[in-house]
């Protein structure tokens, strides 16, 4: 095959036995690769009801046909699992170059099932694979774990995936941490890794990848680069500062104190040029990528001299800061690279945090319940002790680890409004109240709420960007349609399609989105530009509409999979905050988010059932979803036309 390596690596850690297995083609051009792929073999090896935590959850991992090529960040890879924070459907992704070196070693997936009866590590070799023991770096941080397997395997180079201590202790939102600083932070994935005792998974490869057609490819890619030439001054600040500029411009949608307002008047110093440069040290770029979009920092000066990481620019601001009333940079970036080095999601710990300190403030926990912390908003003494505590469960800390969906249970029926979650996940940074098209998408988003499954180009107001390059998107161009809720469904529908299929190709999010090429001389397609990168590299000709039927597919795999785990369309729900509380200051002042309306929308673009939320056995079918029609017949929950 061309663009696969055709290869599956299965890994059983009970029995310690090793397998690789042929890939089936049909498979590959039904669901193309990660993620895609990944959601598949889910939905056939982990059935209903499966404990997310026991042994018969499996961790499946998977790169796509382009990784490992010349296509702008053609690296990334996803790892699909039942999650332990919404007991449906999840999965993580990250760049890096572990996705590239996985695909070098000669895999397109790895699935890995049981649990060992001690700490391991894989160390994949090419065709040489172990499984080895981790109990010198078990208890370890993800940093000195991963220099710790690079120094025993004498090489520095090779890529790394690793737990810390928040995934050995089964943290239900804990993260896994790529090559020293990506995240894999969504969906407790961790969690999993912990409940395996996985530590770690470490990769060399040198294989390369055979490309259908290179003279294709290579033209696909200089377009590409032209189209972010167009853009110039877009590719320049992305490179320069990361996606922060962009962020800048997020001021009315922000998460300020637990969602109570959007438009936090510290945001804009602490955002500054200058407080960025300050602590600025270089730029590091995933494979196969020019922009080089994230930025290294280290702390100088100060309480938190030393600190140092990576991802200045992206959520760290907007978590340990917005959401928590933090504004002194340092003291962010300290708990930036505490839940780096614990493992620990950035979303879901800030918002646990969040919750904490709301619950603190209206006498709902005490200092009798919080071994003498005062969890004040902005507190940067207490803060930092807070989020380690929830790594490693002691105190209050254990009973956040369980989640903000279980947490309200320990500390009280009243706090469960504060507890800001759509099926015990939280959401981005970002206020749906000022933007009601991500209020939709963190509804029905597959893994739990989740800002880059339709990411609308809506959530960047006031830009000025022409983001109608889709004729979609056309009636959409005027910024303040943020606010309406009509047509949205629409959106939410195209762009889930879109990115279902990007996500399973494995390429940035960034390197090939509207965003990017605007205002460009000549349209330019995005769904064409992807059917171009697959069918130059696989030999196997795609339509633009072929993406978005193929991306439709994978959608809806995933919902099959949520569906027969139980989920109805009650789960497709959003906190009360967002549905009854108006937005009290910013552009956005005094809305709220008429979820029921855009859900209606929704589900007719999907042609689901608009009651139940279940797919129909006619969508099923066109989509070639047979077995999960019969599946979902069988256990009356198929939609009905
Ligand atoms: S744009 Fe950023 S996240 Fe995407 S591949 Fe490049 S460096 Fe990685």
């Known amino acids: 095959m061309n663009g696969w390596m055709g290869t599956i690596l299965r890994v059983d850690l009970t029995s310690r036995k090793v397998v690789k297995e042929v890939m089936p083609e049909r498979w590959v051009h039904a669901f193309v690769g990660g993620r895609g792929l990944n959601a598949r073999l889910l939905y056939d090896e982990v059935k209903a009801g499966t404990d997310p935590l026991g042994p018969e959850n499996k961790l ?12 702008p960040g053609s690296q990334r890879f996803t790892v699909t699992f039942k999650s332990p924070i919404t007991g449906h459907y999840g999965d993580s992704n990250s760049g890096g170059s572990f996705g590239a070196m996985l695909k070098y070693a000669g895999y397109d997936l790895i699935v890995i099932e049981g649990a060992a009866d001690e700490p391991v590590y894989l160390w994949i070799d090419e065709d040489r694979v172990e499984i080895r023991s981790a109990r010198h770096v078990w208890g370890r941080t993800t940093r000195e774990a991963s220099r710790a397997i690079m120094t025993e395997l004498r090489d520095p180079n090779l890529s790394t995936i690793v737990i810390g201590p928040a995934g050995e202790n089964l943290v239900r939102c804990a993260s896994v941490i790529a090559d020293l600083g990506r995240a894999l932070g969504r969906a407790g994935v961790g969690a999993v890794f912990g409940s395996k005792k996985l530590k770690a998974i470490a990769v060399r490869g040198r294989k390369g990848v055979r490309v259908a057609y290179p003279e294709k490819l290579e033209a696909a890619v200089r377009d590409t680069y032209e189209a972010w030439n167009n853009n110039r001054a877009m590719y320049d ?97 300290a708990l930036g690279t505490i839940a780096d080095e614990m493992g620990i999601d950035y979303f879901d710990s800030s918002a646990l945090m969040a919750y904490a300190c709301e619950c603190f403030e209206k006498g709902l926990l005490t200092e009798k319940d919080t071994d003498g912390l005062r969890l004040e908003w902005g507190n940067q003494d207490v803060l930092p002790r807070l989020l380690t505590m929830i790594a490693r469960r002691e105190g209050i800390g254990d009973v956040l680890a369980e989640g903000l969906g279980r947490a309200p249970e320990r500390i009280g029926k009243e706090t469960q409004k504060y507890a800001m979650q759509t099926r015990g996940m939280t959401f981005a940074g970002r206020d749906p109240r000022s933007s009601k098209g991500w209020g939709l998408m963190y509804a029905v988003s597959s893994r739990g709420p989740c800002h880059v499954r339709a990411f609308l180009p809506e ?24 606010l309406l809720e009509e047509g949205k469904a629409e959106l939410v529908y195209w762009y889930e399609n879109l990115l279902a299929f990007k996500n399973s190709l494995e390429i940035c999010l960034f390197t090939s989105d509207p965003w990017m090429f605007s205002p460009s001389a000549e349209p330019f397609s995005i769904p064409g530009l992807l059917a171009r990168f697959y069918s130059a590299t696989t030999g196997f000709d795609l339509s633009e509409a072929e993406v978005l039927h193929v991306g439709e597919r994978i959608v809806n795999v995933e919902r099959a999979f949520n569906v027969r785990e139980g989920l109805t369309r009650k789960d497709d729900r959003l906190p009360e905050r967002f549905l009854y509380e108006p937005m009290p200051d910013g552009f956005a002042k005094g809305e709220v988010v008429r979820l029921e309306p855009m859900l209606d929308e929704y589900y007719a673009c999907r042609q689901w059932d608009k009651v139940t939320g279940f797919p129909t056995k006619r969508k099923l079918e066109e989509l070639g979803l047979h077995e999960m029609a019969v599946d979902l017949e069988t256990l009356g929950r198929l939609g009905v036309d």
């Open 459 to 482: 959530s960047m107001p006031d830009t000025g960007w022409d983001v109608s390059l889709e004729g979609i998107l056309k009636k959409y161009k005027d910024p303040k349609n943020r």
């Open 237 to 333: 600040l992305v490179a320069a500062y990361g996606p922060s500029r962009g962020q800048l411009r997020y001021g009315g949608m922000l998460a300020d104190k637990n969602y109570r307002g959007g438009a936090p008047t510290g945001w804009f110093s602490m955002m500054s040029f200058e407080n960025q440069s300050d602590r600025y040290v270089k730029t590091r770029a995933c494979f196969s990528c020019s922009q080089g979009c994230d930025h290294l920092y280290v702390v100088t000066r100060g309480p938190f001299k030393g600190t140092y990481g990576e991802g200045i620019e992206l959520s760290q601001p907007m978590d340990y800061g917005v959401r928590l009333g933090l504004y002194d940079f340092d003291a962010v970036l």
């Open 60 to 71: 499946i991992i998977g790169v796509g046909p382009c990784n490992g090529t010349i296509v």
